[in-house]
């Protein structure tokens, strides 16, 4: 479980293809604090520590979770939004995050807004999908590669979301342009209230 709230940025040391997956090295601050089997949200998709080496530690990412994430576009060098799951004795100050990624999204338009940045990000309409509560509403929650964001204006397909200059430099969000593509994680309590609908 985690809080969308990302802790910093990791980069990609290096990508190994075995079959269908893919290991992902990277390294960050923490990984002297990491352990064997430990859960670690990358761009907001859980993936499990298989090995550490030095400053750097190895996550694999199955068929599935390149299927609906950007993590089989990573490149060595980039850099990934890491968070630690969440302790319990904390504080919540993001939303309820799982770290299942439910499908990719496209940056389409970027827009200053006075020293904040309006990001608007399209994603597939499933009518579908939409029923099973995956979609946005406004001030509702969202997940954007692993970072927790208030919607604003969403329609069937798209929504924004505000960045201010905090988590523009210390996210990837500053690497974002029109056309990348980011990880989304739709609120789990929409879907929860969209699967009791099924029953009344």
Known sequence: MFSGIVEEMATVVDI???KENIDLTLTCSFTSELKIDQSIAHNGVCLTVVRIDGDNYTVTAMKETLDRSNLGLLKVGD???V???????GRLDGHIVQGHVDE???CIAMEDADGSTYFTFEYKADREM???????VDKGSVTVNGVSLTV???TDNTFQVAIIPYTMENTNFHDIRIGTVVNLEFDILGKYIARLQDFH
Do not use: I, L
């Open 83 to 89: 968070e630690r799951s969440m302790m319990m004795q």
């Open 16 to 18: 190994t293809r075995d």
């Open 79 to 81: 850099h990934v939004n």
């Open 152 to 154: 604003c204006n969403p």
């Open 130 to 136: 939409a029923r099973r509560g995956y979609f946005t």
């Open 104 to 106: 990719t999204a496209r």
